[in-house]
């Protein structure tokens, strides 16, 4: 039955002490204590193995500030009201007299709801739900964060969640993307359902194809041992990438709430086409980089950064398609990669090409629109369009393409750029899981995932090299040649 909730009054962090903590958790939540965001009187417990005291956690706390907030934002007297809430509580989830220990903290340092967050690896989720469950840390008023990826392949996210929601009920388990807290990402609903202009193209009769880029030019950073065991496909594609290919794809929902955003979400991955083992051969790409270079500096290769020999894909790329009437015969090219030319998460859509060109016989070619939205690392909306190239057109009439440009970091240039987790923490804060990734969204992406990963497992093929600091193997640009298309670069 979903719970009813009030604002949290705990946050208690597993896994406090490690790299997301450092680098995104504890600078989000010193961004929300800035402006003033977080419950009066909330606490934020961090627990993990190490066994820090409170002045360690708080120490850890000011470095993470000191290292991962800009200097211009840094000021003492928030981070002193952050550090004013901070608790610490070591704890193993193998060691239950440790759980007993936090449980008495927590319930110590609760006055209402609390929110726990694991930021740990998903093999711990079940463990350390039945432990908060043991300890009667779950119940009304209580909700958990889980971060991505929830498992490795489908049976094991079913595991996760139904040991998950043996402890908690679905409408207090908050599984994170956090694409779905960028400011560029919701922007994408904005756009589509803010606008009457977009809607009546939005389909398959205007819109010829669509691609997703979410490219990176950082390697594997010495996550090489998690990364090693999840790939491209695992660690960007099951989530990230098809999250976005929801929105972009899904019908309007009737009201921006969780249950509205996220039936919609479902229907379009219900509605992928499954790419099984007869058809991963021509509709997927997977690549490994090799040494090449980046903004002009030499990088290794991924099996150099790893140290072993490795057959995982650093790089995917794949055609896919959404069987329903919105979106019948429209390709979705998706790509993503690590080491790649340079960083930029984009959606590209190019609609058809005028029916019949007035221009032909003057000798003017035209080419079809487009709207590029990009995501990151700037924000902007181009619509690109024809124009005529001015002049007198004595040697006839020609037409150029020119961008309607918007560039937002320029137009809300005095609106901080939120990090994703201002965001998601704030909402699950609140308990609005608008943002968050609902049980059978997981569940179908990994299906359709599954089946890739079946065939690529079938046929064997090593995943193809490309050099650093390059788009990806040749392959991938063959890939939508084939079909006419080619990738926006
Ligand atoms: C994470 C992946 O989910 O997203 C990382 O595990 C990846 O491998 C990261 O680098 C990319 O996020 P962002 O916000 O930098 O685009």
Redesign the pocket.
Known sequence: MPVTTSSASLLTIFGATGDLAQRMLLPSLYGLEADRLLPAGMNLLGTARSTLDEAGFRDAIATSIRTFVPEAQRDAAVLERLLARAHYQPASLDDDASMAALAARVHALRDGDVLYHLSTSPSFYVQACDALGRHGLNGPGTRVMLE?PIGHDLAEAIAINDGVTRTFDESQVYRVD??LG?EGVQNLLALRFGNALFEPLWNARHIEHVQIT?A?T?GVEG?GDY?DGSGAIR??LQ??MLQLLCLVAMEPPSQFEPTAVRNEKIKVLHALRPIGRNEVGAETVAGQYVAGAIAGKAVPGYVEELGRPSRTETFVALRAHIDNWRWSGVPFYLRTGKRMARRC?EIYLQFRAVPHSIFARAGASTQPNALLIKL?PDERIELQLMHKTPGLDRNGLRLSQVSLDLDLDEEFGNVRRRL?YERLYLDAIEGNGTLFVRRDETEAAWKWVDAILDGWACAGTPPRPYAAGTWGPNAALAMTERHGHSWRE
């Open positions: 991505k956090h694409y960028k979410v990176e950082v996550r990364y660690d960007m989530n990230h998460s990151q994703a």
